[in-house]
Every structure is written in structure tokens, then in C-alpha cells.
């Protein structure tokens, strides 16, 4: 039987913070449109900024989906599942706002994430979640998966985007990075510099 939360803190908050991967899901309002779900892996890529509002970091190489849908209507909806121990499910239904590079708030957040080399995974944006559903399920049908290592393809293929232009240059060439599938605005380009 599930359970309703009032905030992401003791139990929770760890079982959180020890996961490997967790799903975002996003859609936009057209009911034909595209709905997205993405997985999430880079360790030290996720964050609990307090009782209520979590954030990730968005790095290049996928398309623009997330992005776009929180700036046409900012639903959002994360999941992490309990692959090994005790089975579990959480889910965190909120609204999310993408926090790009030239915003004041951007070197703010990206100090939560001390782990990450922000410039070897091509940096695109924060995306800041609050929540306004946490809710868990007993995941008894998630299979056991055993962790053994981060990838690190993703941060040596962005190694090459090695500064600001040639990573600006990446993303314009790349579909539906600018847009989303369904002509949303998606990462708005020029990439303003990082500057952190």
C-alpha cells in the first residue's frame, strides 16, 4: 500500500540520494503531442535543495523535450525505484522551472553538485523541481539490478566540446534541441557562456 508524504526528508530523502538512476516525465499540453521520459544516471547529478524542491542538472546530447515542455506549462513528474534492498517506488509530482546559464540564480545551484565536472557533460541548464505530490508504491515487481559502475562515455564525448563555441556549435546541430518533436521552444541558442 502506498503512502503520501508532506516532504522529502528522513527515509525518504536517503532512499533518494542513494539511487543510481531516476526517470524524469514530462508532456506538453496538446493532447496529440509527445509525452517524454528519461532516464538520469551521472552520480552527483541530482540534489535535495530542501524539504520540498529538488533540482538536476541537464546535460547536452539529448534532445530538448524536458526543457520545453516546463516552459510551455512546467509539470513534471521524477521517479526513482529501489532496484536492490527493500522494494520501493517513489514518485515526486510537482512543477519544475529550467534554470538556464545566464540566469543569477545558475552558479547558485550548480554549487549543490560539487561532484560533477559541470564541463565535461556540456552543461546546459539546472532544472529545479518543487513538489507537490510525494507519494511512494511497494515496487514488489521491480526486478533486482546489480550497480557495478558509472559510464563515462557521456563526460568523454563532451571532453571534445572542450570550449563554449564548439559546444554552442554541437546543440545548433543537433535535432530537436532548439525546438522539441512537437515545435515547442526548447534550449535557447545560442548556449549563453558558463561562467562559474
Known amino acids: 500500500?502506498?503512502?503520501?508524504?508532506?516532504?522529502?526528508?528522513?527515509?525518504?530523502r536517503t532512499f533518494i540520494e542513494q539511487q543510481k538512476i531516476f526517470f524524469t516525465a514530462t508532456a506538453p499540453l496538446a493532447g496529440d503531442g509527445t509525452v517524454n521520459l528519461s532516464p538520469k544516471g551521472?552520480?552527483?547529478?541530482?540534489?535535495?535543495?530542501?524539504?520540498?524542491?529538488?533540482?538536476?542538472?541537464?546535460?547536452?546530447?539529448?534532445n530538448a523535450e524536458t526543457i520545453a515542455h516546463l516552459r510551455e506549462n512546467g509539470r513534471i513528474t521524477l521517479m526513482w525505484c529501489a532496484?536492490?534492498?527493500?522494494?520501493?517506488?517513489?514518485?515526486?509530482?510537482?512543477?519544475?522551472?529550467?534554470?538556464?546559464?545566464?540566469?543569477?540564480?545558475?552558479?547558485?545551484?550548480?554549487?549543490?553538485?560539487p561532484g560533477v565536472d559541470v564541463r565535461a557533460h556540456g552543461l546546459r541548464a539546472v532544472i529545479v523541481v518543487?513538489?507537490?505530490?510525494?507519494?511512494d508504491m511497494c515496487g514488489y515487481a521491480v526486478p533486482y539490478l546489480d550497480y557495478r559502475e558509472d559510464r563515462t562515455l557521456h563526460a568523454q564525448r563532451f571532453r571534445r566540446e572542450d570550449d563554449e563555441e564548439k559546444l554552442t556549435a554541437y546543440c545548433e546541430r543537433k535535432d530537436h534541441v532548439a525546438s522539441s518533436l512537437d515545435g515547442l521552444p526548447g534550449l535557447p541558442l545560442p548556449l549563453p557562456p558558463l561562467s562559474l
Open 1 to 12: 500500500m502506498g503512502k503520501v508524504y508532506e516532504r522529502i526528508d528522513g527515509r525518504l
Open 42 to 62: 551521472v552520480s552527483g547529478s541530482f540534489a535535495v535543495l530542501d524539504e520540498l524542491t529538488v533540482a538536476y542538472l541537464d546535460f547536452s546530447g539529448s
Open 83 to 113: 532496484f536492490d534492498g527493500p522494494p520501493n517506488i517513489v514518485r515526486v509530482h510537482g512543477r519544475g522551472e529550467v534554470v538556464f546559464r545566464d540566469d543569477p540564480r545558475f552558479a547558485g545551484l550548480v554549487k549543490h553538485f
Open 130 to 135: 518543487t513538489a507537490e505530490l510525494i507519494r
